[in-house]
């Protein structure tokens, strides 16, 4: 059974910081792109930063330079470093698993509000 479990959301003013984890059971965790994805109230899921298995990255225009993904590929957990966290940065974040056979998995989400 695949599983994957997020930590790490909060409240932090603006300015401030967070540190998200995802831990993966179930898939084959080195061969998977990784990623996470945030929604905001009334919007649209949508990519934060992803990366490879390979180690390449990719990350949305308006976080980059501010947040950066890593996997612990021993551990089977990938992490999202949140820097200089702005109001619109709020939403419900949620681990992605995108598995060389196709299949893609999501966890439940963990809630970041960054109040101004």
């Known amino acids: 059974q695949v599983q994957l479990v997020e930590s790490g959301g909060g409240l932090v003013q603006a300015g401030g910081s967070l540190r998200l984890s995802c831990a993966a059971a179930?898939?084959?965790?080195?061969?998977?792109?990784m990623g996470w994805y945030r929604q905001a109230p009334g919007k649209q899921r949508e990519l934060v930063a992803t990366?490879?298995?390979?180690?390449?990255?990719n990350y949305a225009d308006s976080v980059k330079g501010r947040f950066t993904v890593s996997r612990d590929n021993a551990k089977n957990m990938v992490h999202l470093q949140m820097n200089t966290l702005k109001p619109e940065d709020t939403g419900v974040y949620y681990c992605?698993?995108?598995?060389?056979?196709?299949?893609?998995?999501w966890g439940q989400g963990t809630q970041v509000t960054v109040s101004s």
């Open positions: 179930g898939i084959v965790f080195s061969s998977s792109t």
């Open positions: 990366l490879n298995p390979g180690g390449r990255t």
């Open positions: 992605n698993a995108a598995t060389f056979l196709g299949a893609d998995y």
